[in-house]
């Protein structure tokens, strides 16, 4: 079961802003550094932000992610049809068993 | 071409065995902390558990749900990691993915395509 509590769905049309928000604990956000996943249908996902704020090569500067105390969030500027996808945040647990923990995913439609 | 290619997922039986096993490629797979994520038909993502290199001791870490029940290893001279799932259970039915880190710290960057495992009567 998931510990990262995230919105199940989020929508906009082309060119808005969309921002999901993942909220967790001491033991994992609070604690360690935020990871936000993309995945779009019948695909594997993909890594869309690491360390709270970073963007791997490759991945548009319309993504953006930040990290407050327990949570974290991510936003999409000028939102495109393309960004319909499932979106997961994900960390690291430092609490007995957990390890590494996402979030319960936000599908995010274009309208 | 960094990549990481699963196999041997398919149909069995509450109770049964299965091996999936990932071809790695592109990348030196001998220094790769390496883990496995499932997710179960129209669920979120579940870390199912990974393997440390053998230069930070090889050593195993479970999720709870599979403790005890899956093993998790590695063939560093095939460049294969590998899953042994036993006493399998309904709700371990999933598409299974092995991924690592590569250029991201604490984060996984390097996916598989994945491997559908179907546990049923």
């Known amino acids: 079961q998931s510990v990262l509590t995230q919105p199940p769905s989020a929508s906009g049309t082309p060119g808005q802003r969309v921002t999901i928000s993942c909220s967790g604990s001491s033991s994992n956000i609070g604690s360690n550094t935020v990871n936000w996943y993309q995945q779009l249908p019948g695909t594997a996902p993909k890594l869309l932000i690491y360390?709270?704020?970073q963007r791997p090569s490759g991945v548009p500067d319309r993504f953006s992610g930040s990290k407050s105390g327990t949570s974290a969030s991510l936003a999409i500027s000028g939102l495109q049809s393309e960004d319909e996808a499932d979106y997961y945040c994900a960390a690291w647990d430092d609490s007995l068993n957990a390890f590494y923990v996402f979030g319960t995913g936000t599908k995010v439609t274009v309208l | 071409e960094v990549q990481l290619v699963e196999s041997g997922g398919g149909l069995v039986k509450p109770g049964g065995s299965l091996r999936l096993s990932c071809a790695a490629s592109g990348f030196t797979f001998s220094n790769a902390w390496m883990s496995w994520v499932r997710q179960a038909p129209g669920k979120g993502l579940e870390w199912v558990g990974r393997i440390k290199s053998k230069t930070d001791g090889g050593t195993t870490d479970y999720a709870a749900p599979v403790k005890g029940r899956f093993t998790i290893s590695r063939d560093d001279s095939k460049n294969t990691l590998y899953l042994q799932m036993n006493s399998l259970k309904t709700e371990d039915t999933a598409v299974y993915y092995c991924?690592?880190?590569?250029?991201?710290?604490?984060?996984?960057?390097?996916w598989g395509q994945g491997t559908m495992v179907t546990v049923s009567s």
């Open positions: 360390s709270n704020n």
């Open positions: 991924t690592t880190e590569s250029g991201s710290p604490d984060a996984f960057d390097i």
